[in-house]
């Protein structure tokens, strides 16, 4: 039997590093030699809280699903030559059956897998691991000279790009970010390719603020000082498209009233339930949509990490060998200190 180590969720900041068995690859199969996995909110909410509303951990839960490796064995079907090859993994394998699938909406698969998420039982186990064997289908290719650690942004560079496409024409408008953590960040950075003529981002620690500006925010306002956002909407008369990347009821509240008449608040961060002022919705004609995941967005991310690695590298601010976990997760935890937090398996 093959054993590999693994980084596992036992419960609330009960993280373990696991020796667990892997599987040949199969037909259509390869094996991945994991090198960088991203820590994302989820993972932490697993770490901190065993969960986050509905979805709790059940059993162990191996974390993650923002990873990259090199191809370290190949299963029947597949060319031997792509051994040694740097793939960026796809974490969502939708069922491309269901109703949803068939529309071209697969993150919203009812028999979605997506590796490192509590959602389903048994849990579909992530990629925090160093051994991985996974459908060719779910590996997309960088171009040469991009790193395991930027291969290893797509999956969040491809949330903030499917949130920006949810947006509509994003071209000439103004923009507000709520919430400027890694997602906020990235999305910054998929607002400006899309053509803001300006981006203003808001949160309540300096440290994500500082990166926001070198992601090509044109203002950064913290709102534990000053009303610098009312000033700013009362100058120009407000923002046509909000995005909300906190999760924080308060922001949303916030985003939503920065808004231009028929503004658009697109909220990501998957956080506690707010009460939105809907007579402001109702007289100013504002959009309140969501925006999950992604589905062809994952490889536009990876086709886009050449041109953008400037950009990427602000993000991630640290890696960590994966036997520090622990460590790694309360630095990612730390709003002062990290936006990206990735471990390191090599
Ligand atoms: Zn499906």
């Not at 993994?89 to 069922?95: A, K, Q, T």
């Not at 048994?122 to 996974?134: D, E, K, M, S």
């Not at 608040?265 to 007579?279: F, H, N, R, S, Y």
Request: overall charge negative; charged content about 20%; proline content about 4%.
């Amino acid at each position: 039997m093959n054993m590999t180590h693994a980084v596992v969720a036992h419960g609330p900041h009960d993280l373990r590093i696991d020796e667990l068995a892997y599987k040949a690859p199969g037909i259509g199969e390869v094996l991945v030699r994991v090198a960088a996995g991203g820590i994302c909110g989820s993972d932490l909410h697993y770490y901190h809280d065993g969960g986050f509303g509905d979805v709790r951990l059940k059993e162990p839960l191996t974390l993650g699903h923002e990873a990259a490796g090199f191809i370290a064995a190949v299963g029947e079907g597949v060319d031997a030559s792509l051994q040694g090859r740097l793939v960026a993994i796809n974490p969502s394998r939708p069922c491309q059956q269901c109703r949803y699938c068939l529309r071209g909406w697969q993150n919203h698969c009812t028999d979605m897998v997506f590796n490192g998420s509590a959602m389903r039982f048994p849990h579909a186990q992530g990629i925090f691991r160093q051994h991985l064997t996974v459908p060719l289908a779910q590996c997309v290719f960088p171009a040469a000279g991009v790193t395991a650690g930027e291969a290893a942004l797509a999956e969040p560079f491809a949330v903030a790009l499917h949130a920006v496409r949810q947006a509509g024409d994003v071209f000439g408008k103004r923009v507000l970010v709520t919430g400027a953590g890694p997602i906020g960040a990235l999305t910054v950075l998929a607002a400006r390719m899309a053509g803001a003529v300006s981006v203003t981002v808001t949160d309540v620690a300096d440290f994500p603020l500082e990166k926001a500006r070198l992601m090509g925010a044109d203002a950064t306002i913290n709102v534990t000082r000053g009303d610098a956002l009312e000033q700013a909407v009362a100058e120009h008369g407000g923002f046509d498209i909000a995005f909300e990347a906190s999760g924080v009821p308060t922001a949303q509240v916030q985003a939503l009233r920065a808004l231009a008449p028929r503004g658009t608040l697109i909220t990501i961060g998957l956080g506690q339930e707010a009460t939105l002022p809907m007579a402001l919705v109702c007289a100013r004609e504002l959009t309140v949509r969501g925006t999950f995941r992604f589905h062809e967005e994952f490889a536009l991310a990876v086709s886009k990490l050449p041109e953008q690695r400037e950009a990427l590298g602000h993000v991630l601010t640290a890696t960590l060998d994966y036997t520090w976990a622990s460590e790694a997760f309360d630095l990612a935890s730390d709003r002062n200190r990290a936006l990206k937090v990735q471990l390191s398996f090599a």
